[in-house]
């Protein structure tokens, strides 16, 4: 079965500050994609990345950037420069890329609540 | 291009009334997922369903729930004879085909049992 660890409950920064949020997952499965969401206080869920497990490049999209490490089963997100607006609860997901069985939902972690203040 | 509906946004039932929540998926989408986040805590996977079958209902409590995606018309979540238990945001996702990588979701129906 799988898991996703978000060990850390919940975050403050001061606005500005760097923050890195971390996720660890457990499959044993060698094909599967990870994902983070975003819920605002709002509560929608808003993607933000998707990777497949082929594809270790980290990656960077504006003030956020990814670090994948297979070897540590880890699926790490950091926020650059936080903004007040970066407030929200953050969820990491698994989702298996077999197409038989459990392979077709979304292990989500519980999440990390991030406060960025000013 | 319309996202993942989701109605009623919030639904308020009393001890022992039913629930039916509805999710239209994207245009183009045959494959719906339900999910249940309760307070505090990460989504947990429910059911999922592709047009006319329950393709993987793992995750779904043995008693009171049902979920069904007729071939016209949304799909449907049904909870019997709720409980203060099931006091939770329901989402719902959905998907192109079975190997997309990717769910889209609505934007969840908050349901309280009183």
């Known amino acids: 079965a799988q898991k996703v660890t978000q060990a850390q409950t919940e975050i403050s920064v001061v606005e500005k500050e760097d923050v890195t949020l971390d996720c660890v997952y457990e499959t044993r499965d060698t094909t599967y994609y990870l994902f983070w969401y975003k819920q605002p206080p709002s509560g929608e869920l808003v993607f933000l990345i998707r990777?497949?497990?082929?594809?270790?490049q980290n990656e960077i999209s504006g003030r956020y950037s990814w670090n994948f490490q297979k070897s540590t089963s880890s699926f790490n997100f950091t926020i650059t420069a936080s903004q007040v607006v970066d407030s929200a609860v953050y969820f990491c997901a698994l989702k298996l890329l077999i197409l038989t069985g459990g392979g077709n939902k979304l292990t989500f972690g519980t999440g990390t609540q991030l406060k960025v203040e000013l | 291009n319309a996202g993942v509906m989701q109605n009623p946004r919030h639904l308020v039932r009393r001890r022992g009334q039913e629930a039916r929540l509805r999710c239209s998926p994207m245009?183009?989408?045959?494959?719906v997922y339900w999910y249940r986040q309760l307070p505090e805590e990460g989504l947990k996977f429910m059911v999922y369903?592709?047009?006319?079958?329950?393709?993987?209902e793992s995750g779904m409590p043995k008693e009171r729930f049902s979920a069904e995606f007729p071939k016209e018309g949304p799909s449907i979540l049904r909870i019997q004879q709720v409980v203060r238990g099931d006091s939770a945001a329901y989402f719902c996702?959905?998907?192109?085909?079975?190997?997309?990588?990717?769910?889209?979701f609505g934007p969840g129906t908050r349901l309280t049992v009183t």
């Open positions: 996702a959905s998907s192109p085909r079975r190997d997309s990588g990717e769910q889209y």
């Open positions: 369903l592709q047009k006319e079958n329950i393709i993987d």
């Open positions: 245009k183009g989408h045959s494959h």
């Open positions: 990777r497949n497990s082929f594809d270790e």
